[in-house]
């Protein structure tokens, strides 16, 4: 209520509200006097008002409708029905252990640590690189910082092996230019397998061992260089390291059936080397032999050893024994036909049986008219006489054994057989056909 006789002064202020849920009237059914505060109906019907955007600007527009007095407002506002609002929506960002509301943004980054606390990155070319890190704070207020990274040319190293494992260590040599002197360098060694040992350490390089292996394996060395303006520079090689195998020798061998004059060679069966073997032999009859080569000659029954080393410096050895029998063996028969006609059946003149080369043969050829034709001593089944050299037709042979120990009437023959010293004397026909019909 106002006081006219003082127009800048407002006077009382009164709460009025209009409301579609109002049910006492409008202002005009309350007319005759100073209205008391309250909710009033609306003059006109709220449906006016359907359409119309929540969102915006709201203006009131009050028309004075009382000349005897003046109308002040001291405020005003809408009160919207909260049915009216959609579903508040709600962000409230968390700085937590994950990458939720922080991140960084920069090259070469290959790892975030999954909490985005920091980073790791892998520069593929030397420069200088912007890294920024991002943080968004729980009243969503942002800020973030900057690092500048140079990379600097990354050294170089080699490494090589000194050869193979085979028994002994390995030694390994790391080599690197150009580290200045003022540079803390560490070296680190993996194998894939067997033991490694680290051996001496420099800024020019670093030396170790690999041993116990028991397949191939590869080494690896890193060098990290840190100090001056560098916190960490990594460098690495990697390296092969193979197996010379040691030898592998069979079981222990037993052979018989060698007969008494023959020469029999032992060899050991062994699968190729890539290194150098040493072989001993020897015998329980006389000791360590002077053969140093793969095989040995015997001729006598006996139990023979060997022993295969590996040549030094690796270690590695292998052993076995033959067990050697040689004995009398026998002439099983003697031919009185053969067809030397290069057709590969019975081509030669074979006395057949175990024993030839030992026993020494002598044959002698004789045609009809008692001319020899063919003599050979120490007869070893390769007579085998072209056209030119004998011709078709029957001859007379004789056979000397000198030493013949089994009984001789084992002999298959067609001839006669007369003991003569030790050994004996065959004598017979002997035919020689090349055309069979």
Known sequence: VDNDADPDNAGVGYDYYWSPTATNGTWADNAGGTLPSGTYESAQPWTLLEGCPLNG??????????????????????NFDPDLYPEPIVFTPQIGADCDSSFWTGPFIVDDGGDCDGITILPENQGVFEYVYTATNDFGCTSYDTMV????PAPEVSLTAQDNWCGVPVGLNAN??????NLNVEWTWESTGGDIEPVTGSNNGATAAVDGLDAPVEVTVTMNLTGGDIDECLASATVPVGIYAPPVLGPDEEIYGLCLGDNHILVPQLPPSEWDLEFTWSSQANGTLAEIGSSLTVNSTGTYDVVVNMAPPCIGTAA???DVNFGPCAIESIPNVFTPNSDGENDTFEIEGNAISSLGPTISVYNRWG????????YENTWSPDQDEVSDGAYY????????SLPIEDI????????VGEGFRYVGSLEILRSRQ
């Open 320 to 322: 076995m024994s033959f």
């Open 397 to 404: 042979l004789t056979l000397d054994i000198n030493s013949y």
């Open 57 to 78: 600007t709201w203006t009131i527009e009050v028309c004075d409708s009382w000349g005897s007095d003046n109308g002040f407002i001291f405020d005003w506002y809408i």
């Open 412 to 419: 298959d023959h067609k001839g006669v057989i007369t003991k």
């Open 371 to 378: 001319e020899l034709i063919h003599f050979e001593q120490d």
């Open 149 to 152: 990274v140079t990379v600097e």
């Open 176 to 181: 690197t230019t150009g580290v200045p002197s």
